[in-house]
């Protein structure tokens, strides 16, 4: 049964050559100080079926199992094989592979398999904690099934031969606990210790040998666990009685120790190791091996079996293991051996690149989320030791991100800002682990992170107003124009959609339709320009987010006219039943008003200039009309033969591109003792009034050059004589003025003096060139003295405000 124990807010993966007491220290840590993630730990059997549940995560986490699969619940491996899934439907955690505790941990009394819970939207990580259980599983195994020793029959009793341990990959209760050897007279079984504690069985010589009596013995150890139920393993001991070999190899050493640097270059020398045989001859001669060894060990270390120079044979790699302990043999030519124990300790080197592994299944961040947002989560591991297995996590500077770190070798990718998808929708991280090795390695991972989009921002027309002109009487469904808007979001948050906004006046808002899709708009009724020449209405583009955005812009419409109407007759009237006469006297000259065809045109423009011609009279040369004014008037005067009623009629004209016309009738009565009225007596040939226009054109273009040229001379005249009496002086900029304009002085000395002399030449005002031409009379002359004097003397206060404040003072001598 399996047992949960919360260790809340800790999380780090157990190096698997830890004892249990460092284990101890880290939990106690853990608890004082805490880290940011919650942990669960179960504790369980290995060897269990696949399928099997190790317990119910979502429970012991304190989530809902709904939110496993919304949010994409999965359980990630730290540095090991897969060997456990999640079931997001119950929440059950399962074991996935078979779990072999001797595989996944060799010799640790403690093994542990860290596993990360990811969940997303927002990303949480929660630490899963597997403490595999040992099970006896495994049988004590001898090294060799058959153990040879030959011994002399002069042996002393008491003598003790060491044998071969067991080996049992089992821990604890579960590894080999006694050793039982077949009944027999001559030997006995006795358990001794080495060193580092380890239990091995020694072969006892109890009664004397006699090669004569029995040359061969056979007997039987039995290596038995201590498990439930108990497995052993069992070993054939051949023993040959031999003639006098007195003494037996002895090693200067119980155990050596000795250390090697990982990676060492095959051949490299580990150790030597040393036995004496105080026997002669052949029973002098010792050949040294290895009692046990691995399969993996034995093609990575060899020894000479002369010399006893142990050397690499192969890779040895600290990270696989960082001690071995060997048994060797030293064997005399008689058949005696002794033991010893070798240990290599493995000297750690930064071989090993860190290993970056991105635990969040996406990298996406929501632009706009709040700094601190959890990106991804980022596991760092080296598999060195030390300073060498000390790791710093690093990402560019240039980026609006951060790594924060609350747990070992786990970082946390979070913002370190705002994002805006719109300014860059994508960012490209690298991260570089570096360790702190000499010279330190280093890895890179690059990450890239999508920005995701939230509708923040509105739909943009391309115009805020926007006009539209459109011909009357058009059919309904013409098109009138296209309105554009464009939003920066993306996918549905930029998917704009058109209306006829509600801010639309209601009697216009039905005039136009508008594709909701591509911002079109037509025409929903016939227009009339002489109803209505101009509308406006609002369109609302508005974008797919949630909650919606939008943004309006105006139309307006502008009605443009069509010759559509004809010109209307308003004088004289054309009604049916009814005739209007003019009367006109007989006595009537050349160019009398004789009456005047008022009409109008409902057009505008060019369509509305009207335009009168006769197009039928009861005598073609007596009328004219004015071709603008549709006047009718006398081309000749009457005579006798002419009839008392005429008739003319009109053809009145627009100037549309396809004109229109109507005609007016006038009957024109000629009387006789009618006044003939001065007013109405006008000959407008229209050539002669054309003569008359260009005439008066002329004289005023004439008119107006000769005042230019006069003015232009004047103008003129009045510079030169402006550069006769004016000079500057070379070191001042100060104005000098004609005596014309100033009082005259006879000198202005460098102590500027001024000499008191009363009289003025008065002509005209300073800058007068440039405005009006007066010769003043005798008040004027009066007058323009004061103003000169006073002139004067301002000009005069200013100089002396300069020589005092030391500005140079140049003298001026106005003749």
Known sequence: ???????????????????????????????????????????????????????????????????????????????????????????????????????????????????????????????????????????????????????????????????????????????????????????????????????????????????????????????????????????????????????????????????????????????????????????????????????????????????????????????????????????????????????????????????????????????????????????????????????????????????VSEVKNYYMLVTDGILDRELQSEYTITVTATDAGSPPLSSVKVITILVLDINDNRPTFTQSECNANILENQPVGTFVMKVKAVDIDNESNAKIRYEISKDTKSEVSSFLTINADTGELFTSRLFDYEQSVHFQIKVTARDGGDPPLFTTCTVNVFIMDQNDNAPAVLYPVQTTGFIGEDMVPIEAPRGYLVTKVVAVDADSGHNAWLSYRIIKATRPNLFMVGLHTGEIRTVRAFTEDDEAKQTVVVSITDNGPESLSATATVHVMIGDGLPVLNELFEFADESQHNDNLTLYLIIALTTVSSLLIMLISGVFYFKLCRRSYAYRSTTDSLPVFPTTYLPPFTDISRCGTLLKDERYDSFLTTGSWRGDFRFGSSTDTDTLKQRSAAYQKNTLRQASLKVRAGAPHPCYVIK
């Open 1 to 403: 049964m399996s047992i949960i124990h919360l260790f809340p807010k800790a999380c780090l993966i157990m190096d698997q050559r830890l004892n249990f007491k460092p284990w101890l220290h880290f939990l106690l840590f853990c608890l004082l100080f805490g880290f940011s993630f919650g942990e669960v730990r179960y504790i369980l059997p290995e060897e269990m079926l696949r399928g099997s549940v190790i317990g119910n995560v979502a429970r012991d986490l304190a989530l809902k199992v709904t939110e496993l699969d919304a949010r994409r619940a999965r359980v990630v491996a730290e540095g090991t094989s897969q060997l456990c899934e999640l079931d997001t439907a119950s929440g059950n955690l399962l074991i996935s592979q078979r779990i072999d505790r001797e595989e996944l941990c060799v010799q640790v009394n403690v093994c542990i398999l860290q596993y990360q819970l990811l969940l997303e939207d927002p990303l949480q990580a929660y630490s899963i904690v597997l403490d595999i259980a040992d099970i006896n599983d495994n049988s004590p195994v001898f090294a060799a099934g058959e153990i040879r020793l030959d011994l002399v029959e002069s042996t002393v009793l008491g003598r003790r031969f060491p044998l071969e341990s067991a080996h049992d990959p089992d821990l604890g209760t579960n590894s080999v606990r006694e050793y039982k050897l077949s009944p027999n007279n001559h030997f006995a079984l006795e358990m001794s210790t080495q060193i580092n504690g380890n239990a091995y069985p020694e072969l006892v010589l109890k009664k004397a040998l006699d090669r004569e009596a029995q040359a061969e013995h056979v007997l039987k150890i039995n290596g038995i666990d201590g498990g439930n139920p108990v497995r052993s393993g069992t070993a054939s001991i051949h023993i040959r009685v031999l003639d006098a070999n007195d003494n037996v190899p002895v090693f200067s050493q119980r155990v050596y120790k000795a250390s090697v640097l990982e990676n060492s270059a095959i051949g490299t020398v580990i150790a030597t190791l040393n036995a004496t045989d105080s026997d002669e001859g052949v029973y002098g001669e010792i050949t040294y091996s290895f009692s046990h060894l691995s399969d993996k060990m034995g093609g990575v270390i060899e020894i000479n079996p002369l010399s006893g120079k142990v050397r690499l044979a192969g890779v040895i790699d600290y990270e696989e293991s960082s001690t071995h302990e060997l048994d060797v043999q030293a064997k005399d030519g008689g058949g005696q051996a002794s033991h010893c124990k070798l240990i290599i300790d493995v000297i750690d080197v930064n071989d090993n690149k860190p290993m970056i592994e991105v635990k969040s299944a996406s990298a996406n961040v929501v632009e706009g989320s709040k700094p601190g947002t959890m990106v991804a989560l980022i596991n760092v591991y080296d598999l060195d030791t030390g300073s060498s297995g000390r790791i710093t996590c690093t990402i560019p500077d240039n980026v609006p991100f951060k790594l």
